[in-house]
Protein backbone atom coordinates (compact mmCIF):
# COMPACT_ATOMS: atom_id res chain seq x y z
CA UNK A 1 0.00 0.00 0.00
CA UNK A 2 1.29 3.50 -0.99
CA UNK A 3 1.12 6.42 0.97
CA UNK A 4 1.07 10.41 -0.28
CA UNK A 5 4.17 11.95 0.48
CA UNK A 6 2.11 14.12 3.05
CA UNK A 7 0.91 11.26 4.71
CA UNK A 8 4.83 9.70 4.70
CA UNK A 9 5.96 12.91 6.29
CA UNK A 10 3.69 13.02 9.02
CA UNK A 11 4.45 9.65 10.12
CA UNK A 12 8.27 9.98 9.98
CA UNK A 13 7.73 13.01 12.59
CA UNK A 14 6.20 10.19 14.64
CA UNK A 15 9.90 8.74 14.68
CA UNK A 16 11.53 12.30 15.38
CA UNK A 17 12.89 12.04 11.57
CA UNK A 18 13.11 15.94 10.45
CA UNK A 19 11.08 16.71 7.18
CA UNK A 20 10.26 19.86 5.18
CA UNK A 21 7.58 21.39 6.66
CA UNK A 22 3.85 21.15 4.73
CA UNK A 23 0.31 21.10 4.34
CA UNK A 24 -2.12 19.19 2.20
CA UNK A 25 -4.13 21.41 0.21
CA UNK A 26 -7.35 20.66 -1.78
CA UNK A 27 -8.11 23.27 -2.92
CA UNK A 28 -6.79 27.26 -4.17
CA UNK A 29 -7.98 28.58 -0.64
CA UNK A 30 -6.44 26.36 1.53
CA UNK A 31 -3.07 26.68 0.05
CA UNK A 32 -3.44 30.47 0.14
CA UNK A 33 -4.00 29.59 3.99
CA UNK A 34 -1.06 27.30 3.77
CA UNK A 35 1.54 29.92 2.21
CA UNK A 36 0.25 32.70 4.87
CA UNK A 37 1.19 29.77 7.93
CA UNK A 38 4.38 28.87 5.89
CA UNK A 39 5.62 32.50 5.51
CA UNK A 40 4.71 33.89 9.09
CA UNK A 41 6.76 30.44 10.54
CA UNK A 42 10.05 30.69 8.33
CA UNK A 43 9.78 34.28 7.41
CA UNK A 44 10.57 33.69 3.71
CA UNK A 45 8.19 33.96 1.12
CA UNK A 46 9.31 31.33 -1.12
CA UNK A 47 7.15 28.07 -0.87
CA UNK A 48 7.26 25.06 -2.96
CA UNK A 49 3.44 23.27 -3.98
CA UNK A 50 4.28 19.65 -4.72
CA UNK A 51 1.31 17.36 -6.72
CA UNK A 52 0.16 14.83 -4.56
CA UNK A 53 -0.07 11.26 -6.67
CA UNK A 54 1.41 8.05 -6.41
CA UNK A 55 4.16 8.43 -8.34
CA UNK A 56 7.81 9.90 -9.02
CA UNK A 57 9.23 12.25 -11.29
CA UNK A 58 6.67 14.61 -10.16
CA UNK A 59 9.19 17.84 -11.02
CA UNK A 60 9.70 16.99 -14.89
CA UNK A 61 6.26 15.77 -15.39
CA UNK A 62 3.17 17.45 -17.09
CA UNK A 63 -0.31 18.53 -15.87
CA UNK A 64 -1.77 18.02 -19.82
CA UNK A 65 -4.61 20.92 -19.24
CA UNK A 66 -2.13 23.19 -18.48
CA UNK A 67 1.61 22.19 -19.24
CA UNK A 68 2.67 23.00 -16.10
CA UNK A 69 5.06 20.86 -13.65
CA UNK A 70 4.09 18.47 -11.35
CA UNK A 71 6.22 20.90 -8.70
CA UNK A 72 6.97 24.39 -8.42
CA UNK A 73 8.71 26.69 -6.77
CA UNK A 74 6.49 30.32 -6.21
CA UNK A 75 7.97 33.73 -4.71
CA UNK A 76 4.48 35.36 -3.98
CA UNK A 77 0.93 34.03 -2.66
CA UNK A 78 -0.05 34.92 -6.43
CA UNK A 79 2.35 32.16 -7.65
CA UNK A 80 0.79 30.39 -5.22
CA UNK A 81 -2.01 30.69 -6.09
CA UNK A 82 -1.63 30.63 -10.12
CA UNK A 83 0.45 26.75 -9.12
CA UNK A 84 -2.61 25.73 -7.21
CA UNK A 85 -4.93 26.36 -9.64
CA UNK A 86 -3.44 24.97 -12.91
CA UNK A 87 -2.59 21.93 -10.82
CA UNK A 88 -5.25 20.90 -8.69
CA UNK A 89 -7.97 18.85 -10.65
CA UNK A 90 -5.43 18.00 -13.51
CA UNK A 91 -4.05 14.83 -14.60
CA UNK A 92 -0.11 14.76 -14.43
CA UNK A 93 1.56 13.02 -16.36
CA UNK A 94 5.46 11.64 -15.11
CA UNK A 95 7.65 8.74 -16.22
CA UNK A 96 6.33 6.64 -13.86
CA UNK A 97 2.34 7.01 -14.62
CA UNK A 98 2.46 6.48 -18.60
CA UNK A 99 0.71 8.60 -20.96
CA UNK A 100 -2.91 8.71 -19.62
CA UNK A 101 -1.24 10.08 -16.31
CA UNK A 102 -2.86 10.38 -12.64
CA UNK A 103 -5.75 13.21 -11.58
CA UNK A 104 -4.31 15.30 -8.60
CA UNK A 105 -6.77 15.67 -5.71
CA UNK A 106 -4.43 17.20 -3.51
CA UNK A 107 -1.12 19.25 -3.49
CA UNK A 108 1.50 20.08 -0.61
CA UNK A 109 2.29 23.73 -0.01
CA UNK A 110 5.60 23.31 1.69
CA UNK A 111 7.93 25.43 2.83
CA UNK A 112 11.26 26.15 0.71
CA UNK A 113 14.57 24.33 2.32
CA UNK A 114 16.90 26.33 -0.09
CA UNK A 115 17.68 29.15 2.20
CA UNK A 116 21.04 30.99 2.80
CA UNK A 117 23.44 30.10 5.58
CA UNK A 118 27.07 29.47 6.70
CA UNK A 119 27.45 26.44 4.74
CA UNK A 120 27.07 24.29 1.57
CA UNK A 121 23.97 22.64 0.75
CA UNK A 122 23.36 19.34 -0.27
CA UNK A 123 21.51 17.06 -1.63
CA UNK A 124 21.50 13.19 -1.25
CA UNK A 125 19.77 9.59 -2.34
CA UNK A 126 18.32 7.40 0.62
CA UNK A 127 16.14 4.53 0.48
CA UNK A 128 15.77 1.46 2.68
CA UNK A 129 13.55 -1.80 1.20
CA UNK A 130 14.04 -5.59 2.07
CA UNK A 131 17.08 -7.90 -0.15
CA UNK A 132 14.81 -11.10 -0.78
CA UNK A 133 18.42 -12.31 -1.93
CA UNK A 134 19.77 -12.31 1.51
CA UNK A 135 16.80 -12.20 3.84
CA UNK A 136 17.96 -8.40 5.07
CA UNK A 137 17.05 -5.26 5.16
CA UNK A 138 19.48 -2.86 2.40
CA UNK A 139 20.12 1.01 3.11
CA UNK A 140 21.01 1.98 -0.48
CA UNK A 141 22.43 5.81 -0.32
CA UNK A 142 24.28 7.97 -2.64
CA UNK A 143 25.77 11.41 -2.59
CA UNK A 144 24.11 12.03 -6.01
CA UNK A 145 20.73 12.55 -5.27
CA UNK A 146 17.87 14.85 -6.61
CA UNK A 147 15.98 14.47 -9.98
CA UNK A 148 18.28 12.78 -11.93
CA UNK A 149 19.53 9.71 -9.64
CA UNK A 150 17.78 6.92 -12.26
CA UNK A 151 20.80 8.12 -14.52
CA UNK A 152 23.06 7.67 -11.69
CA UNK A 153 22.58 4.42 -11.19
CA UNK A 154 22.70 4.05 -14.84
CA UNK A 155 25.89 5.86 -15.66
CA UNK A 156 27.74 5.93 -12.48
CA UNK A 157 26.51 2.72 -10.40
CA UNK A 158 29.87 2.87 -8.32
CA UNK A 159 28.01 6.00 -6.73
CA UNK A 160 25.68 3.62 -5.53
CA UNK A 161 26.62 2.52 -1.60
CA UNK A 162 24.59 -0.29 -0.02
CA UNK A 163 25.06 -1.52 3.66
CA UNK A 164 22.53 -4.65 4.59
CA UNK A 165 21.11 -5.12 7.90
CA UNK A 166 20.08 -7.87 9.61
CA UNK A 167 16.30 -7.73 10.94
CA UNK A 168 17.53 -9.60 14.61
CA UNK A 169 20.15 -7.19 15.35
CA UNK A 170 18.99 -3.90 13.77
CA UNK A 171 20.84 -0.74 12.41
CA UNK A 172 24.07 -0.56 14.44
CA UNK A 173 25.56 2.67 15.55
CA UNK A 174 28.22 1.90 13.56
CA UNK A 175 26.91 1.39 10.29
CA UNK A 176 24.75 4.46 10.55
CA UNK A 177 28.53 6.33 11.19
CA UNK A 178 29.92 4.83 8.40
CA UNK A 179 26.73 5.89 5.88
CA UNK A 180 27.41 9.51 7.36
CA UNK A 181 30.54 8.77 6.62
CA UNK A 182 30.34 7.90 3.03
CA UNK A 183 28.27 10.50 2.29
CA UNK A 184 30.96 13.48 3.29
CA UNK A 185 29.37 15.42 5.83
CA UNK A 186 31.69 16.34 8.86
CA UNK A 187 31.01 18.21 11.63
CA UNK A 188 27.18 18.97 13.07
CA UNK A 189 25.94 17.70 9.50
CA UNK A 190 27.71 14.19 10.55
CA UNK A 191 25.85 14.46 13.66
CA UNK A 192 22.39 15.09 12.30
CA UNK A 193 22.67 12.87 9.97
CA UNK A 194 23.75 9.29 11.59
CA UNK A 195 20.62 10.70 14.05
CA UNK A 196 18.65 10.92 10.80
CA UNK A 197 19.48 7.32 9.75
CA UNK A 198 18.66 5.81 12.77
CA UNK A 199 15.49 6.77 13.40
CA UNK A 200 14.55 6.71 9.23
CA UNK A 201 15.21 2.98 9.87
CA UNK A 202 13.73 2.63 13.22
CA UNK A 203 10.28 4.16 11.09
CA UNK A 204 10.90 1.65 8.98
CA UNK A 205 10.85 -1.57 10.90
CA UNK A 206 8.27 0.41 12.92
CA UNK A 207 5.98 1.36 10.35
CA UNK A 208 6.47 -2.58 8.95
CA UNK A 209 7.18 -0.18 5.02
CA UNK A 210 8.13 -2.46 2.26
CA UNK A 211 9.77 0.47 0.56
CA UNK A 212 11.32 3.95 2.16
CA UNK A 213 12.89 5.87 -0.09
CA UNK A 214 13.93 9.56 0.87
CA UNK A 215 15.62 11.88 -2.27
CA UNK A 216 16.41 14.59 -1.85
CA UNK A 217 17.84 13.94 1.34
CA UNK A 218 18.81 17.47 2.06
CA UNK A 219 21.69 19.07 4.43
CA UNK A 220 20.62 22.43 4.96
CA UNK A 221 22.90 25.72 4.80
CA UNK A 222 23.13 25.28 8.50
CA UNK A 223 23.69 21.62 8.50
CA UNK A 224 20.21 20.51 9.32
CA UNK A 225 19.76 16.85 7.60
CA UNK A 226 15.78 16.77 6.37
CA UNK A 227 13.47 14.61 4.36
CA UNK A 228 12.58 16.85 1.56
CA UNK A 229 10.72 14.28 -0.57
CA UNK A 230 9.42 10.83 0.75
CA UNK A 231 7.96 7.92 -1.15
CA UNK A 232 6.47 5.34 1.42
CA UNK A 233 5.43 2.09 0.72
CA UNK A 234 3.70 -0.46 3.56
CA UNK A 235 3.67 -4.22 3.26
CA UNK A 236 -0.28 -4.83 3.17
CA UNK A 237 -0.01 -8.03 5.34
CA UNK A 238 1.06 -5.93 8.54
CA UNK A 239 -2.33 -3.28 8.14
CA UNK A 240 -4.05 -6.31 10.62
CA UNK A 241 -1.95 -4.33 13.09
CA UNK A 242 -1.85 -1.34 11.87
CA UNK A 243 -5.30 0.55 12.09
CA UNK A 244 -4.47 3.73 11.75
CA UNK A 245 -2.29 2.91 8.52
CA UNK A 246 -5.22 1.21 7.15
CA UNK A 247 -7.39 3.92 6.99
CA UNK A 248 -4.81 6.25 4.75
CA UNK A 249 -4.97 4.43 2.17
CA UNK A 250 -6.00 6.05 -1.08
CA UNK A 251 -8.52 4.11 -3.13
CA UNK A 252 -8.33 6.78 -5.76
CA UNK A 253 -4.95 6.16 -6.69
CA UNK A 254 -5.36 2.61 -7.39
CA UNK A 255 -6.70 0.81 -10.25
CA UNK A 256 -10.30 0.26 -9.58
CA UNK A 257 -10.69 -3.49 -11.00
CA UNK A 258 -8.26 -4.05 -8.04
CA UNK A 259 -9.88 -2.56 -5.83
CA UNK A 260 -12.90 -4.32 -6.39
CA UNK A 261 -11.35 -7.59 -6.45
CA UNK A 262 -9.90 -6.67 -2.67
CA UNK A 263 -13.25 -6.50 -1.63
CA UNK A 264 -14.16 -10.44 -2.62
CA UNK A 265 -10.21 -11.82 -1.08
CA UNK A 266 -9.32 -12.04 -4.71
CA UNK A 267 -5.60 -11.63 -6.14
CA UNK A 268 -5.84 -9.97 -9.06
CA UNK A 269 -3.21 -7.71 -11.24
CA UNK A 270 -4.29 -5.80 -14.66
CA UNK A 271 -2.58 -6.73 -17.57
CA UNK A 272 -2.15 -4.90 -20.68
CA UNK A 273 -3.68 -8.60 -23.44
CA UNK A 274 -6.26 -9.77 -24.91
CA UNK A 275 -7.08 -13.26 -22.48
CA UNK A 276 -8.60 -12.86 -19.25
CA UNK A 277 -7.69 -15.76 -17.33
CA UNK A 278 -9.06 -17.11 -13.66
CA UNK A 279 -6.95 -19.57 -11.95
CA UNK A 280 -6.53 -21.01 -8.46
CA UNK A 281 -2.94 -21.10 -6.92
CA UNK A 282 -0.41 -18.58 -7.76
CA UNK A 283 2.07 -21.22 -9.43
CA UNK A 284 -1.02 -22.17 -12.01
CA UNK A 285 -1.68 -19.03 -12.56
CA UNK A 286 1.77 -18.11 -13.84
CA UNK A 287 1.73 -21.26 -16.26
CA UNK A 288 -1.71 -20.52 -17.37
CA UNK A 289 -0.16 -17.23 -18.65
CA UNK A 290 2.65 -18.51 -20.26
CA UNK A 291 0.21 -21.08 -22.26
CA UNK A 292 -1.73 -18.27 -23.43
CA UNK A 293 1.49 -16.30 -24.77
CA UNK A 294 2.76 -20.09 -26.26
CA UNK A 295 -1.25 -19.88 -27.85
CA UNK A 296 -0.76 -16.49 -29.59
CA UNK A 297 -2.84 -14.64 -27.25
CA UNK A 298 -1.49 -11.78 -24.07
CA UNK A 299 -2.69 -12.25 -20.91
CA UNK A 300 -5.30 -9.96 -19.55
CA UNK A 301 -4.78 -10.17 -16.18
CA UNK A 302 -2.96 -12.44 -13.03
CA UNK A 303 -6.12 -13.72 -11.22
CA UNK A 304 -6.11 -15.85 -8.35
CA UNK A 305 -9.51 -16.97 -6.57
CA UNK A 306 -7.83 -18.93 -3.57
CA UNK A 307 -8.04 -21.93 -2.56
CA UNK A 308 -11.47 -21.44 -0.83
CA UNK A 309 -13.03 -20.29 -3.65
CA UNK A 310 -17.02 -21.14 -3.90
CA UNK A 311 -19.17 -19.65 -6.89
CA UNK A 312 -19.32 -16.40 -5.17
CA UNK A 313 -16.41 -15.60 -5.28
CA UNK A 314 -15.73 -17.06 -9.00
CA UNK A 315 -19.06 -14.85 -10.23
CA UNK A 316 -16.61 -11.92 -8.48
CA UNK A 317 -13.69 -12.69 -10.20
CA UNK A 318 -16.08 -13.44 -13.64
CA UNK A 319 -17.58 -9.89 -13.50
CA UNK A 320 -13.94 -8.50 -13.04
CA UNK A 321 -12.01 -9.64 -16.15
CA UNK A 322 -15.21 -8.93 -18.31
CA UNK A 323 -14.82 -5.27 -17.36
CA UNK A 324 -11.72 -4.76 -19.46
CA UNK A 325 -12.72 -4.13 -23.23
CA UNK A 326 -9.70 -5.60 -24.52
CA UNK A 327 -10.63 -9.06 -23.69
CA UNK A 328 -11.17 -11.37 -26.64
CA UNK A 329 -11.99 -14.68 -24.61
CA UNK A 330 -11.93 -15.93 -21.23
CA UNK A 331 -9.78 -19.11 -19.98
CA UNK A 332 -10.88 -20.46 -16.62
CA UNK A 333 -8.64 -22.73 -15.69
CA UNK A 334 -8.66 -24.55 -11.82
CA UNK A 335 -7.00 -27.66 -10.93
CA UNK A 336 -9.64 -29.19 -8.12
CA UNK A 337 -8.21 -30.14 -4.68
CA UNK A 338 -9.47 -27.85 -1.76
CA UNK A 339 -11.57 -26.15 -4.55
CA UNK A 340 -14.44 -28.44 -5.77
CA UNK A 341 -14.30 -28.42 -9.90
CA UNK A 342 -18.52 -28.42 -9.68
CA UNK A 343 -18.74 -25.30 -7.35
CA UNK A 344 -16.20 -23.34 -9.84
CA UNK A 345 -18.40 -24.91 -12.54
CA UNK A 346 -21.89 -23.08 -11.06
CA UNK A 347 -20.33 -19.94 -10.18
CA UNK A 348 -19.16 -19.62 -14.19
CA UNK A 349 -22.92 -20.61 -14.93
CA UNK A 350 -24.17 -18.33 -12.80
CA UNK A 351 -21.93 -15.36 -13.32
CA UNK A 352 -22.71 -15.98 -17.48
CA UNK A 353 -26.54 -16.22 -16.70
CA UNK A 354 -25.92 -13.13 -14.27
CA UNK A 355 -24.19 -10.99 -16.90
CA UNK A 356 -25.89 -11.79 -20.48
CA UNK A 357 -24.99 -11.08 -23.92
CA UNK A 358 -21.23 -12.31 -23.46
CA UNK A 359 -20.20 -12.14 -27.02
CA UNK A 360 -16.89 -13.50 -26.07
CA UNK A 361 -15.51 -16.88 -26.05
CA UNK A 362 -15.57 -19.10 -22.57
CA UNK A 363 -13.18 -21.64 -22.13
CA UNK A 364 -13.22 -23.57 -18.96
CA UNK A 365 -10.44 -25.93 -18.02
CA UNK A 366 -11.25 -28.28 -14.87
CA UNK A 367 -9.35 -31.04 -13.63
CA UNK A 368 -9.38 -32.55 -10.08
CA UNK A 369 -12.19 -33.39 -7.45
CA UNK A 370 -15.29 -33.66 -9.46
CA UNK A 371 -14.33 -32.52 -12.47
CA UNK A 372 -16.50 -35.51 -14.66
CA UNK A 373 -19.62 -33.66 -12.66
CA UNK A 374 -18.51 -29.79 -13.73
CA UNK A 375 -17.78 -30.71 -17.23
CA UNK A 376 -21.75 -32.38 -17.38
CA UNK A 377 -22.86 -29.29 -15.44
CA UNK A 378 -20.72 -26.75 -18.30
CA UNK A 379 -22.16 -28.80 -20.99
CA UNK A 380 -25.42 -29.31 -19.88
CA UNK A 381 -25.98 -25.57 -18.98
CA UNK A 382 -26.81 -24.50 -22.94
CA UNK A 383 -24.73 -21.45 -22.40
CA UNK A 384 -22.15 -21.28 -24.92
CA UNK A 385 -18.91 -22.20 -22.90
CA UNK A 386 -16.15 -24.28 -24.27
CA UNK A 387 -15.16 -27.05 -21.48
CA UNK A 388 -11.84 -29.04 -21.79
CA UNK A 389 -10.15 -31.63 -19.36
CA UNK A 390 -6.42 -31.57 -20.84
CA UNK A 391 -4.18 -28.67 -20.76
CA UNK A 392 -3.49 -28.85 -24.21
CA UNK A 393 -7.35 -28.74 -25.57
CA UNK A 394 -8.30 -25.55 -23.67
CA UNK A 395 -4.57 -24.30 -25.72
CA UNK A 396 -5.89 -25.01 -28.64
CA UNK A 397 -9.55 -23.37 -28.08
CA UNK A 398 -7.45 -20.06 -26.61
CA UNK A 399 -5.40 -20.58 -30.02
CA UNK A 400 -8.75 -20.67 -31.62
CA UNK A 401 -10.46 -17.99 -29.91
CA UNK A 402 -7.66 -15.37 -30.57
CA UNK A 403 -6.39 -16.29 -34.12
Do not use: W
Not at 158 to 173: A, D, N, Q, T, Y
Not at 263 to 291: I, P, Q, S, Y
Not at 344 to 355: D, H, P, T
Amino acid sequence: MNLHEYQAKELLKKYNVPVQEGFACSSVEEATAAYEQIKEKSGSRFAVVKAQIHAGGRGKGQVIETGINGVKVGKSLEDIQEFAQKILGGTLVTIQTGPSGKLVSKILVAQDMYYDGPSERKEFYLSILLDRATGQNVIMYSTEGGMNIEDVAHDTPEKIFRESVHPSGGLLPFQARKIAFNLGVSGDAFKNMVKFVTNLYNAYVGLDCSMLEINPLFKAADDKIIAVDCKMGIDENSLGRHADLAAMRDFSEEDPTEVEAGKFNLNFVKLDGNVGCMVNGAGLAMATMDMIKLSGGEPANFLDVGGTANAQTVEAGFKIIMQDPNVKAILINIFGGIVRCDRVASGVIEAYKNLGNINIPIIVRLQGTNAVEAKKLIDESGLKVQSAILLSEAADLVKKAVA
